[in-house]
């Protein structure tokens, strides 16, 4: 029986790849590192043939010895500053009798430019251009660099392959992330703001996947795990998880219906800012005002701001040539959804609080 670790089983991304692991390979034997007991019993009664492990990224020879003992293993779980945890599942890779697999997640944030809103701005290939992105990779300053070279300096004795999303969006089985995880950010920016908003002009392009038709890649990496196919994987294995570019305007544009239905915007016009005011925005939501102490630098306020100024124009080409397709539709056709839940969860947890 095929064993498959699955790290990160409880996220948006990680939730759906469990999800369609268990659905597409329902006689694979799948443990789930889960953080606590809770969270074990939710992804039990949801998967009664999954294993959960009760552990987190700081359990490093719970996860070695896991990885050990699995053929195949899949981190969906955070990368940055999780170095240990990757060596720990490296270390238990190449300590099995045969070679093992591992398929990291990353993120194509190593490859952001400035954050001005322009369009001008280099379209990234993850085949033609792999030279260069292990080249960038390179300087360990930039996000998921110091993780990217782990994974690939293993690739002689465990067959690696890392997945870089671009923006990820879309409703997720997962059991405790079903909402994408840059939604609170975007939702308290946009509270901060009142109307719709983008840095500049909003021209600069996203790549954006839905969240199963990523899941859809690492399912088909492990399909070729499975049939011992060799030719996806090593140092070069790196694999853009993108099926769209949109600009920032015409996301906005998606967006503003919804967010004006539900009240977060109270007017349609667009309003160009800063970078510094959109981090300030995503920080403090409604109690945002121009004067505002801005947040660190390295916070997720920063982060989020950032995210709304770059360009992120990805071609997930190693993915097309393995015979992975897109099947959902364009990403804007999914934000009533998104949205409106979590608005709803969110109102539901305040009820809960004052019950
Ligand atoms: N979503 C995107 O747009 C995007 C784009 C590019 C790259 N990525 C990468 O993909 C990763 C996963 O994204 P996501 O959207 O699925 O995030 P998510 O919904 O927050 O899921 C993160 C998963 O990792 C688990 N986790 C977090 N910290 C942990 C720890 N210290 N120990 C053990 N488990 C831990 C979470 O467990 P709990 O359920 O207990 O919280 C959850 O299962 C991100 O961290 C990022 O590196 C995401």
């Given amino acids: 029986m095929t064993r498959i670790f699955i790290i990160g089983g409880t996220g948006h991304i990680g939730g759906a790849v469990l999800h369609k692991t268990v659905e597409m390979y329902p006689d694979a034997s799948a443990t789930v590192l889960v ?3 809770q969270k074990a019993k939710r992804l039990a009664s949801k998967y009664p043939s999954a294993q959960p492990l009760v552990g987190d990224l700081e359990s490093f020879e719970l996860i070695e010895v896991t990885s050990r003992e ?3 293993v899949i981190n969906a779980g955070p990368d940055i500053t999780h170095d240990k945890a990757i060596e720990a599942v490296i270390r238990g890779l190449k300590n099995r009798p045969t070679k093992g697999y591992y398929i990291h997640t990353a993120g194509a944030s190593t490859l952001w430019d400035e954050p ?7 379209t990234w290939d993850d085949d033609e251009d792999i030279q260069d992105i292990i080249t960038v990779a390179k300087d360990l300053n ?5 993780t990217d070279n782990l994974v690939r300096d293993a690739a ?4 690696v392959a890392i997945i870089s999303p671009g923006f990820v969006g879309g409703m997720s089985p997962s059991i405790e992330h079903p909402t994408p995880i840059t939604t609170p950010g975007i939702v308290r920016t ?5 109307t719709p908003f983008r840095i500049a002009q909003g021209e600069n392009r996203h790549s954006w996947i839905h969240v199963e038709d990523l899941a859809d890649m690492y399912v088909l990496l492990v399909t070729k795990a499975l049939a011992s196919d060799q030719s996806c994987w090593g140092r070069e294995a790196y694999y853009f998880g993108a099926a769209e570019t949109i600009d920032f305007n015409g996301m906005m544009q998606g967006l503003s219906p919804v967010l004006l239905k539900h009240d977060v915007f109270e007017g349609a016009e667009m309003r160009s800012v800063g970078m510094e005011d959109a981090a300030k925005a995503c920080l403090y ?3 945002y005002t121009e004067e505002s102490v801005p947040p660190p630098a390295d916070s997720w306020a920063i982060e989020i701001s950032i995210l709304f100024g770059v360009n992120m124009p990805l071609r997930a080409t190693r993915m097309a040539k393995l015979g992975w397709k897109a099947q959902k539709g364009p990403i804007v056709g999914t934000f009533d959804e998104v949205f409106s839940s979590f608005l709803r969860s969110e109102r539901e947890a305040v009820d809960k609080d004052k019950a």
């Fill in 35 to 37: 953080r606590d007991e």
């Fill in 156 to 159: 002689d004795e465990v067959h």
């Fill in 70 to 72: 699995a053929d195949i």
């Fill in 190 to 194: 946009a509270r901060a703001f009142k």
């Fill in 285 to 287: 939501g409604d109690n």
């Fill in 116 to 122: 001005t809103g322009s369009r001008e701005a280099r």
């Fill in 142 to 146: 930039k996000p998921h660099s110091v």
